[in-house]
């Protein structure tokens, strides 16, 4: 990923991001308390690897400056995960639309260019990322192309709803732990 002062990133939405977060957290926290004593040290070592993990995935930003569009994640993931992708944006031609089985759309970036040198490719349009609208206007500022009505994978109020319910999971979980049997005697 670039140093350029010109670049403008944008890593993944915060809603997205922490409700993926506290998603994991609310499933697999009560994992080593409930486990046999045997088994509590090694499920522990195993949440925060997973945490580590979730860290990663969540991490990919997306960067624009004068030349180009790159997809990729740090450098302290970036060797554990994809590489990544960047395209110039003299190469990019088009937005291709696809419909997703959960009803909403997804677009591809197409390039030109011959099959030598990985012409004719797509790669997903990221969706998720923070200040959209920005990026948005930035990529077909870039690319003379139409970004209008292009819009999130998925509207807010799911990751809303979704980081309601992990909040009263762990909410729920800390009470057991705190009240459960024996906090009495």
């Keep these: 990923m670039s140093d350029n002062a010109s670049c ?4 993944m939405a915060p809603l997205i991001r922490g409700t993926l977060l506290g998603l994991y957290l609310a499933l697999v926290l009560p994992l080593p308390v409930l486990a046999p004593l045997p088994l509590r040290f090694p499920l522990l070592l195993a949440v925060i690897a997973g945490l580590l993990l979730v860290l990663a995935i969540t991490s990919e930003r997306v960067e624009l400056d004068d030349q180009e569009l790159r997809v990729g994640h740090p450098p302290w993931c970036s060797w554990l995960l994809r590489r990544g992708w960047q395209l110039p944006w003299s ?17 591809y970036v197409r390039s030109g260019g011959t099959e030598d ?17 920005d990026f948005l206007a930035r990529f077909s ?45």
């Design 8 to 11: 403008h990133r944008y890593p």
């Design 91 to 107: 190469r990019i031609t088009a937005l291709t639309p696809v419909s997703t089985s959960q009803g909403g759309r997804v677009y």
């Design 117 to 133: 040198d990985g012409g004719g490719a797509a790669w997903l349009l990221p969706q998720r990322v923070a200040r959209f609208d």
């Design 141 to 185: 500022m870039s690319t003379g192309l139409d970004t209008d009505g292009i819009g999130r994978i998925s509207p807010p109020w799911t990751y809303q709803l979704l980081a309601l319910l992990s909040a009263l999971l762990l909410i729920g979980e800390g009470l057991a732990l705190v009240l459960g049997p024996g906090s009495g005697s």
